[in-house]
């Protein structure tokens, strides 16, 4: 079945750092969405990229799609506090009809004031 | 208020008592799924919905049953708990179909099962 690996598990950082989280699927994507879900708390949409080579930004954060559609990335520009999260990276792809999303492990951020 | 209400919100129960976890969301949502959510294991689909009667497994479905009845209710049902099914439970919502599948979570279910 579909995997979707995503490296690093956990990442600690020095505020101001930047920050990198990455998503490989072992096979081609119809689209790929990002989640970031806060300590305590569910998982929230952030992003959704569609097309090969896509990229989009939110502030710090930059979101990447691969020329293949098989690996994602997200950025983060100069960590906050307020981004201590865990971020998911999520597969997607048509399945009949429909789409099937496979998420990857997630990625614990920590950012150290 | 569009959101996914879940409820009970914290559970401790003993193996073997069945139990229903109810999930419901006011968005018309056509697409609806389970995950549990273990560490070092992340979010791993249970069972999901694409429409009223319409259900499928999804990656961990064993010991899990559930039902789509109505377009906004989706619970899930442990006939017969046991420990390793100690875990946070998200239902999700979203629209289904070829332009993508944004999903919006529930608050999540703790769940203890001694």
């Known amino acids: 079945g579909q995997q979707v690996m995503q490296i690093p598990q956990y990442q600690h950082v020095q505020e101001g750092e930047d920050f990198t989280t990455y998503c490989n699927s072992s096979?081609?994507?119809?689209?790929i969405q990002w989640y970031k879900q806060r300590p305590g708390g569910h998982p929230v949409f952030l992003i959704q990229l569609v097309k090969s080579g896509e990229v989009k930004k939110q502030k710090r954060l930059t979101f990447q799609f691969g020329e293949a559609k098989k690996n994602s990335s997200l950025h983060i520009t100069a960590t906050q506090t307020t981004d201590v999260g865990t971020y998911f990276c999520a597969g997607g792809r048509n399945s009949g009809g429909y789409q099937k999303v496979t998420f990857g492990i997630g990625t614990k951020l920590q950012v150290i004031p | 208020e569009a959101q996914v209400t879940q409820n009970p919100r914290y559970l401790i129960t003993v193996t073997g008592k069945k139990l229903t976890v109810t999930c419901s969301q006011n968005m018309n949502h056509e697409y609806m799924s389970w995950y549990r959510q273990d560490p070092g294991l992340g979010l791993r689909q249970i069972y999901y919905?694409?429409?009223?009667?319409?259900?499928d497994k999804g990656d961990v479905p064993e010991g899990y049953k559930v039902s789509r009845k109505e377009k906004r209710n989706f619970p899930l049902i442990l006939e017969s708990p046991s420990p390793n099914q100690t875990s946070l439970y998200f239902c999700a919502s979203g629209h289904s179909g070829r332009a993508g599948g944004t999903q919006y979570f529930g608050p999540g279910t703790r769940l203890l099962v001694l």
């Open positions: 096979t081609t994507l119809s689209n």
């Open positions: 919905s694409m429409n009223v009667e319409v259900t």
